[in-house]
């Protein structure tokens, strides 16, 4: 059993720190926001640390899911970060869904420290969270990555090693650009079925299980249908991933006509007020213009 940090007990972080101890694995936790920190040490019995440094010293694996890239640089930077903490051979493992940028600077900075950095975005939302079965697209060293692999195995389903440091994030961001043109295709078509005076339920039921199938149709159709878009992955995230893709694709040349419109109409979304809503209320844009 090993001795790991978690940073970040938000939707995600909460459950996947869970799963670490329920394994077994001697967690110290710390969280912004310390009232989580006490629930989570309540429900699960490790320890609380009030600083993301003091969490990280004497912890072989560090693992954090925060925000965005400025989020992540608070929590592993500076006097208090998580870095100061940590010694040589440590791991740290960044599960936030970030720039690839901030990726391979996290890298350099473990590095020169002779600590293993790995960039882990997660896919599978809140439910992937709390099951333990999230998909895991990580950036890194081989030898890093095989060290740490049953540690990350506790709450993944597929943990795959994608490449050198910043390859987990590129993957991550393939995963958002599929999503995105997808889930404005389903929503176009949920509309038009009501439109057309079809039972839309029956016509998802018989559709789902042909060509068109896919994960957002099976998930979301019925609640797209009745106008709920409380399950998960919020418009507010979608949309600083989908800025982190068109960043990227800046970078290396790839045209995204189709992220890039509909990155704009979660901007319409967000306008509305309801950014907190999930990725589905695109649906929104349409059923009340
Ligand atoms: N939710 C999903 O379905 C999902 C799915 C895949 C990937 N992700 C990604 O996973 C990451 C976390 O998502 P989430 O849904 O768990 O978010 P969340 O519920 O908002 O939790 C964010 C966590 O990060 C902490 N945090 C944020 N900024 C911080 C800062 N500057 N300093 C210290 N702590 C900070 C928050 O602390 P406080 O409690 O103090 O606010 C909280 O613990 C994001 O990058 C998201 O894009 C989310």
Not at 118 to 138: C, F, H, I, Q, W
Request: with cysteine; proline share 2%.
């Amino acid at each position: 059993m090993a001795k790991a940090a978690f940073i970040g007990l938000g939707v995600m972080g909460y459950p996947m720190a869970g799963h670490l101890a329920a394994k077994g694995h001697e967690v110290t936790v710390y969280n912004r926001t310390a009232a989580k920190a006490e629930r989570w040490v309540a429900e699960h019995k490790g320890r609380k640390a009030a600083t993301p440094r003091e969490a990280a010293s004497g912890a072989e694996f560090v693992f954090a899911c925060v925000g965005n890239d400025d989020d992540v640089r608070a929590v592993m930077l500076g006097a208090d970060g998580a870095l100061a903490g940590m010694t040589q051979g440590t791991v740290l493992v960044d599960h936030t869904t970030a720039s690839a940028g901030l990726a391979r600077e996290l890298a350099a900075a473990g590095k020169a420290k002779g600590i293993g950095v790995l960039d882990a975005p997660v896919s599978g939302g809140e439910a992937g969270a709390k099951n333990g079965r999230l998909t895991v697209m990580v950036g890194g060293e081989a030898a890093i990555f095989d060290r740490t692999k049953p540690m990350m195995d506790c709450y993944g389903v597929s943990v795959m090693l994608m490449g050198a440091a910043g390859s987990g994030q590129l993957a991550k961001m393939v995963n958002q650009i599929c999503i995105a043109g997808l889930v404005q295709a389903l929503s176009e078509g949920a509309n038009f079925a009501m439109r057309a005076g079809l039972d839309a339920k029956k016509v998802f039921e018989v559709i789902s299980k042909g060509a068109a199938q896919s994960w957002q149709m099976e998930n979301r159709h019925a609640t797209m249908l009745e106008g709920k878009y409380d399950f998960g992955f919020a418009v507010d995230w979608m949309r600083k991933d989908l800025g982190i893709c068109l960043d990227e694709a800046e970078r290396n040349g790839a045209r995204l006509p189709v992220t890039a419109l509909v990155d704009q109409f979660y901007k319409h979304v967000q306008a509305r007020g309801v950014g907190r809503y999930d990725t589905s209320s695109l649906m929104l844009l349409l059923a009340q213009p």
